[in-house]
């Protein structure tokens, strides 16, 4: 132990002293004059590096000047209205930290269009795997909010819950200048911060921290939201405060806080409604050191299910104490009591006229949920060479539900069994974790070594009450009594669980361009689950039978070791990696089953391929075709044993022979747009096929005492596959007066399960096609109307029954000042539904008016009406192939209501500048 602890302090001080020596201050500066020997003044000047982006203007003499210049190779970009893009590479000579750069020519551009540049800013710029959109351009109100402006990003969408689409993929975290925002909850952000205060947002394929450091991209990117903030508006801080009230006692609370001054950022967050609208998304955290991937944000306004009352609370902190060192995080509280309806119609048909069910089922449920979110991150460039990250977080909730249930079974026109189900549950989820990483640069040819870990702890423990009341009735004899059997139960569930893993990659450079990297990766989960049933009869007296008293123990753990290599290819023109990597598993572990004790014991070996390339046409134009192979092994539920009856009505039976299922996936993504000129065009393909697939075989008996019983059991299966194609067109006119967009994609999906022992196959299209535009002169008016078409036809083998769907919805928003303080807006949606088996086609009519008070406008009183025509339905058909199951579904949601809203917006930052002045000045100096 003595000597660890000598060898940890040699090395720190080793990295001290590498981070008191690699210290520089790097300086560039420059002139820029035109053909004529004119110095070109307002030009924007870019100078960027591996690690870094910096951007200012020239003067009125055509100088510009860069400071704190982080690499020793980087390039300029510059652009200005009238001229030329002009880009260029530079390397520092070797030992000096100053470069003067001679003055160079700016090209002018004879015949220059107006919308190439819109007041001496690219609106929008493609860099290698980030889209960067200006926002100065934007036509805004003053009051809009970040979703606003998404909403008139070339290539993205949002829809009418705020999930955001960018070139096909959902959006699925979000960052505030390159740094996590609440956790990256999306709807955090662009629900609540406003748009005045943003200079650009990016569209950004993210691979992870690993891939940032050492540029080695390998696996599946996620799309990301970075907003970046505008310099002016780093110094001060603006305010909004809303309250609402209206029909059927329906209230809003809302408040937010954003203060900046230098190195530091504070937000705060308030929510207080029952109009279904929560302010985060706690299933949802943030990617910490080791790479995650974010959730969907909370709903808003009526789009979840059922009624919600909601309060939420947060808080998120930044302070960047130097260049190399910052801290960041949030702490997120929300408390949930929501009330779901929920009535259904279920129709199994085995293709046997004697077996075919029908069910009718209603349920009542309210759920009291409390939750808890803690999140940080550190991040410290210890020298030029050295950087660590450490993101501790914490997790915590508590729910209470109540549910009021009920089913009748059908079997022909005979009622054959029916339950009225009763049940009060209270569970708890802690969640503890710890992730980091460390990544040593060991040459500027690009040796690197990168290591990270993570460890997490978890609970999940719930107690539950449960009574149910069951009419069984012979169908074969109509005239005998029908039998009620009561039986109460008291379980107990206490399931524990940690997971941890460690990885190291080292990468050395073979040649200009290439690199080859050899990784090992060793994760591994532990499971600790106890359940106990016991069952007591109406009189309070036990219930002896095995079925119902129980008392169960799963101790096991899933290990695996896996070893790669890849080489790695990136020149300006051509990108590629080829690997493989092998790991070996196992699964080990014990059971006890009333008593009867079970070993597991599993061994595993994967070979994982791995696949990507990546050719650039131009700056705007590429193809990116990436081919990766993951595996899954069957859950401890697969493959357990024996048979767990802990459910009389629904029983699981594991198959220990179960194999691991591997999938291959292939992405193919096209890109041709012209962003100056408005015009976006992408094209994406998906394709995966599945390798013994894990499947499930249900099999349906009729009980005496119970009724239908559902049994489950396990194999493995071929023949899965999926294909999905997407594209999208944009095309923007006359300075994005005129905006339109054609998108839409189809898919096939071949899914294999088995029913009552015989193999199904479900063979679905589904067809979508979209249309929209957008007529916005000015941030005084904007129109815009579109359509939307999806058409599913699905055919399952078994029964050879066909089950087509299709709809149609147009939808009509936008908003017009019908004077300088008055503004009206609205939002209309229609449905037409076909083959769905419901006869209801909405109409939905949301609509405002709005008057603007007080000095500079910031006060707002605005009148809303919601669902005017009380039209709003939740209604869904789902095909479940395993069960040869067709079930409609109907829960209640949000429906009409009226309400007033007061809404007071603060806003002062350095040298007075006011967002509601209208002021938004042009960028200057500013790193991201």
Do not use: C
Not at 104 to 132: H, M, W, Y
Not at 551 to 577: A, C, P, W
């Amino acid at each position: 132990m003595k000597h660890i602890y000598q060898t940890f302090i040699l090395l720190f001080a080793i990295l001290l002293s590498d981070f008191g020596y690699s210290q520089t201050t790097r300086r560039v500066q420059g002139m820029l004059r035109d053909s004529l020997s004119r110095v070109v003044a307002g030009a924007s000047v870019q100078l960027i590096t591996k690690d870094d982006s910096i951007g200012t203007s020239s003067n009125k003499a055509g100088i510009f000047v860069f400071d704190n210049v982080k690499g020793k190779e980087f390039t300029l970009r510059v652009s200005s209205i009238g001229y030329e893009l002009y880009e260029k590479d530079f390397v520092f000579p070797e030992g000096e930290d100053r470069m003067s750069i001679p003055s160079f020519v700016l090209k002018s551009i004879p015949n220059i269009l107006d919308e190439v540049i819109v007041d001496g800013v690219l609106t929008v710029q493609a860099r290698g795997d980030t889209i960067e959109y200006a926002t100065k351009h934007l036509k805004l109100r003053d009051d809009a909010l970040v979703e606003d402006a998404v909403k008139k990003l070339e290539g993205v969408e949002v829809d009418k819950d705020g999930n955001i689409t960018a070139q096909g993929e959902e959006v699925t975290r979000v960052k505030v200048n390159g740094k996590e925002f609440f956790g990256g909850d999306v709807k955090t952000a662009t629900k609540n911060l406003p748009a005045d205060i943003i200079e650009k947002m990016q569209i950004v394929d993210d691979y992870g921290d690993k891939a940032d450091l050492t540029g080695d991209k390998s696996g599946d990117s996620e799309k990301i939201l970075n907003i970046i903030i505008d310099e002016d508006r780093n110094k001060g801080y603006t305010s909004t405060l809303r309250t609402g009230y209206g029909t059927d006692d329906r209230y809003q609370v809302t408040g937010s806080y954003m203060g900046m001054k230098e190195g530091v950022q504070f937000s705060v967050l308030g929510n207080l409604n029952n109009i279904n609208a929560p302010l985060f998304d706690f299933n949802t955290t943030g990617g910490g050191a080791r790479r995650g991937r974010g959730g969907r944000g909370g709903g808003m306004f009526g789009a979840r299910d059922g009624l919600v009352n909601a309060a939420s609370v947060g808080v998120n902190y930044r302070q960047d104490f130097s260049e190399d060192l910052m801290v960041y995080g949030s702490y997120s509280f929300g408390r949930d009591d929501n009330d779901i309806l929920k009535s259904s119609q279920d129709l199994y048909d085995n293709n046997n006229p004697d077996s075919v069910l029908f069910k009718t089922s209603g349920e009542t449920t309210n759920s009291i949920g409390n939750s808890h979110r803690l999140e940080a991150n550190v991040e410290w460039s210890l020298s030029e060479k050295d950087y660590i990250k450490f993101s501790p977080q914490f997790s915590f909730g508590k729910t209470r539900t109540n549910v009021f249930s009920d089913f009748t079974n059908t079997l022909g026109d005979v009622e054959y069994n029916s339950e009225d189900n009763q049940s009060y549950s209270v569970s708890s989820a802690p969640r503890v974790g710890l992730s980091g990483l460390y990544n040593r640069k060991l040459s500027e040819e690009g040796r690197n070594l990168f290591f990270n870990m993570n460890w997490n702890s978890s609970a999940n423990k719930q107690d539950q009450d449960r009574v149910l009341e069951s009419m069984i009735s012979d169908p074969n004899n109509a005239d005998q009594d029908v039998n009620t059997i009561y039986r109460k139960t008291i379980s107990e569930m206490d399931n524990k669980s940690w997971n941890g893993g460690a990885s190291l990659s080292y990468l050395e450079p073979v040649s200009e361009f290439g690199k080859v990297e050899v990784s090992y990766n060793y994760n591994v989960n532990t499971y600790d689950n106890n359940r106990a049933q016991s069952a007591f009869d109406e009189d309070g007296a036990p219930i002896l039978e095995d079925q119902y008293n129980y008392e169960r123990m799963y101790d096991y753990s899933f290990q695996t070791h896996r070893l790669g290599v890849n080489y790695n290819y990136n020149s300006e023109k051509i990108k590629y990696s080829l690997g493989a990597s092998v790991q070996p598993n196992l699964l080990q572990g014990d059971a006890l089953v009333d008593g009867n004790p079970i070993d597991i014991h599993r061994k595993g070996l994967n070979f994982v391929p791995i696949a990507r390339f990546e050719y650039q046409f131009s700056r705007q134009k590429n193809i990116r075709i990436n081919y990766s192979g993951s595996s899954n092994e069957p859950s401890i539920t697969q493959i357990q044993p024996f048979t767990d009856n802990s459910n009389p009505t629904s029983i699981v039976t594991g198959n220990p022979d179960l194999n691991a299922e591997f999938n291959h996936n292939l992405r193919l993504r096209f890109s041709n747009s012209d962003f100056q000129k408005g015009r976006t065009f992408f094209l994406m393909f998906r394709g995966s096929l599945a390798q013994d697939k894990i499947v499930s075989n249900m099999v349906q008996n009729r009980d005496p005492e119970l009724g239908v019983v559902q049994e489950t059991n396990y194999l493995n299966a071929s023949g899965t596959y999926n294909l999905r194609s997407f594209y999208h067109y944009g095309k923007s006119f006359k300075d994005k007066t005129y905006n339109i967009m054609v998108m839409g994609g189809a898919s096939y999906n071949n899914n294999v399960a088995f029913s009552d022992s015989y193999k199904n196959v479900a063979q679905n299209w589904v067809l979508n096609q979209g249309l929209s535009f957008r007529y916005n002169p000015s941030e005084n008016l904007e129109i815009s109307p579109g359509v939307r078409y999806m058409w599913n036809h699905t055919v399952n083998t078994l029964t050879e029954r066909k089950l087509i769907t299709s709809s149609l919805s147009p939808t009509l928003y936008g908003s017009v000042n019908l004077s300088p303080t008055w503004i009206f807006g609205y939002d209309l949606s229609k449905a037409f539904y076909t083959g769905s088996g419901f006869d209801d086609n909405p109409f939905i009519i949301n609509a405002y008016i709005e008057k603007k008070m007080l000095k500079s406008n910031q006060g707002t009183i605005r009148v809303a009406a919601f669902d005017v025509l009380d039209e709003q339905i939740n209604i869904a058909r789902t095909n479940v192939e395993a069960l040869n199951l067709v079930s409609d579904t109907r829960t209640n949601r949000l429906g009409q209501y009226f309400m007033v809203t007061l809404t007071y917006k603060l806003s002062k930052f350095a040298g007075g500048v006011n967002p509601a002045d209208g002021d938004r000045s042009g960028p200057r100096g500013r790193r991201r």
